[in-house]
């Protein structure tokens, strides 16, 4: 396995998103369960009188959103670098800490 090593100076722009297993992205990571960035509401019933909620109905369909943090760094027009995971959270917190001298918000 291979280290990237990333100078954060020669970082001009970051950009921190989560991207669902579908692809889709938000800035904040959904707080409640989604399906297809839509959050619901998890005791809702699926049918009335068959007692199934809707958490347990998306769990068993799996269709819960899988949430993985992505960051892109761009360091000239044309040179742009994507990571996930914990790379990204661990970039994301050092880029803020480069940019205004300590960490800015929780990734």
Not at 12 to 23: E, T
């Amino acid at each position: 396995m291979s280290t990237t090593v990333i100078d954060t100076k020669k970082v001009w722009k970051a950009d921190f998103r989560w991207r669902n297993q579908l692809g889709q992205t938000v800035r904040k990571k959904p707080r409640k369960p989604t399906v297809h960035c839509l959050p619901f509401d998890v005791d809702a019933k699926v049918v009335q009188g068959h007692g199934e909620s809707m958490l347990s109905f998306a769990k068993r369909m799996r269709l819960l959103d899988i949430w993985t943090p992505v960051i892109t760094l761009f360091r000239t027009a044309y040179d742009n670098q994507t990571f996930t995971g914990d790379k990204a959270k661990k970039l994301w917190r050092d880029w803020n800490a480069r940019q205004f001298g300590k960490t800015k918000g929780k990734a």
